[in-house]
């Protein structure tokens, strides 16, 4: 028996969802259901997960459970970069081992197109754009991070730009940027209206239900999810719910909620638009991996992202978000003095599920128990294309990606509590100190 040691509780404030194009959430469970099917968790994995096991097995009945409102966990509290290189932030090119890098590439372009289809098919109103993205620096480290990953992207034969202080206000608007290196292939969107997209248009048999939250998984000859007000007895169970699966005692101490923080500006007046001046829209992600990320919206507002904490029970917590507000604010107006004190709309925090290692897990965990979890912070298009390929593996099929994913040896150990906590707290204060500007 897994019973559930802590369940999601995320900050009201996140501006993409209350933004997004108003839908009705599916009712919660209640009763016994019965499956063949469960994913448990409805953000990017368990929605592809789900809609792939419904392509694949169409006489079967699947059920999507999610514990909040579909957009309302990290899927829609992102910042919303659909990212297309490796990332690898544990490399001091960002590529690291070539092949592996071109495998992630594979999987990123894989999800990518997915994504792309699925928003033109369902009309899905996310703002979708192919902007790529800027990879800005401040500091002289930041400097040397973007040396390094160019010779990284060379190694990779993919393109990019390379802008210098003088050019970079004709792209950005701001002169905060000593350089930044552009690369064309990431798509950006509002990751709340595509998840929320994506929830209203899934194949007629996956039954989606929300605000359902499981606190127990049972398992005997069949599998069973128990919540407040009922049950579900599954054959097979697909875990989709990130860092929470650690809570039903799956991958125990390896799993890591780490929070960061967004905050989002009222849309800006033509007046201001014409002061910031750069292009309409725009995404950048720093050269630190303790720095900012910044949006411009196509509708005109500016998004900040950075700080973090480690929430260990994957829960919000004010405290947290009061200070990333305070953050949000320096950092917001140190890169827009023409715009400083600009007012926020919305400030919010989401969980990222992190490994110490930066791998992912994909594959059984236990008996008819199947995972695709953390995707340490680049789950747009991870998640898109893990839950994909995890219901295309359990329908019999192998391909270079499935295999690739299957030989990863996943999150590694990390010590108990609460030498975790005190080491996870120490790594993430030392390194948003040492990003300097960058932060
Ligand atoms: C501020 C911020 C900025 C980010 N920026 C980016 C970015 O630009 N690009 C990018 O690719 N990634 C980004 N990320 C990371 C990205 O959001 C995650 O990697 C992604 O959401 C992971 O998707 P997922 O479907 O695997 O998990 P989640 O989105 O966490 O979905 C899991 C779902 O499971 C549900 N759940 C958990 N436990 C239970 C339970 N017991 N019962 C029922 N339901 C349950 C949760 O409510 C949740 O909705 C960012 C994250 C944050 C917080």
């Known amino acids: 028996m897994y019973r559930n040691t802590s ?11 209350h933004l997004s194009p108003p839908r009705h959430a599916r009712p919660a469970h209640s009763g016994r259901t019965k499956a063949r099917w469960v994913v448990l968790g409805a953000g990017f994995t368990g929605l592809a997960a789900a809609r792939q096991l419904a392509l694949k097995f169409p006489q079967d009945e699947i059920v999507l459970i999610e514990g909040q409102q579909v957009g309302y966990g990290a899927s ?7 990212i297309d290189l490796p990332h690898d932030i544990g490399a001091p090119d960002y590529i690291g081992d070539p ?72 792209h950005l608007g701001t002169s905060f940027y000593r350089q930044a290196l552009y690369t064309p292939g990431t798509m950006l969107l509002q990751p709340a209206a595509l998840v929320r997209g994506l929830a ?22 069949k599998i069973t999810l128990l919540h407040a007000d009922g ?9 989709c719910n990130n860092a929470f699966a650690s809570h039903f005692g799956f991958l125990p101490g390896r799993l890591l909620p780490v929070f960061t923080y967004a905050s989002m500006t009222r849309p ?51 405290r947290f978000l009061d200070r990333a507000a305070r953050q949000h604010r320096t950092s917001f107006d140190r890169r827009f003095p023409m715009l400083a004190n600009t007012p926020f709309d919305y400030t919010w925090g989401g969980s990222m599920c992190m490994s110490r290692n930066h791998l992912s897990y994909f594959g059984s965990l236990a008996p008819n128990v199947y995972a695709a979890l953390c995707c340490n912070g680049l789950g747009i298009t991870r998640g898109t294309a893990t839950g994909t390929l995890l219901a295309n593996w359990l329908a019999g099929e192998q391909d270079e990606l499935t295999a690739f994913l299957l030989s990863s040896p996943g999150p590694n150990r990390n010590p108990p509590e609460p030498l975790l906590s005190l080491g996870v707290n120490l790594n993430l ?11």
């Open 231 to 239: 049950e579900f007895v599954a054959d097979e169970l697909l875990l």
């Open 268 to 318: 800006l007046t033509e007046e201001e638009q014409a002061r910031l001046g750069g292009k309409q829209a725009w995404g950048i992600i720093p050269a630190d991996p303790f720095g900012t990320t910044l949006r411009r919206t196509p509708d005109q507002r500016l998004l900040v992202r950075n700080s973090f904490s480690f929430n260990a029970s994957g829960q919000a917590q004010q």
């Open 429 to 439: 204060n030392w390194g948003q100190r040492r990003a300097g500007l960058e932060a």
């Open 76 to 82: 829609g509290r992102n910042s919303g970069f659909a």
């Open 99 to 170: 092949a592996t890098a071109r495998m992630n590439l594979k999987l990123n372009h894989f999800a990518q197109s997915m994504i792309r289809t699925w928003v033109a098919d369902y009309s899905i109103d996310c703002q979708l754009r192919s902007d790529g993205k800027y990879q800005a620096a401040v500091e002289d480290k930041g400097l040397a991070v973007l040396q390094a990953y160019r010779s990284g992207l060379d190694k990779l034969g993919q393109p990019y730009e390379m802008i210098d202080a003088r050019d970079l206000p004709e």
């Open 200 to 221: 209203d248009n899934l194949p007629a048999n996956v039954s989606l239900y929300e605000n359902t939250v499981i606190t127990r998984i049972e398992q005997g000859d």
């Open 7 to 17: 369940t999601p509780a995320d900050d009201d404030g996140c501006g993409w969802f």
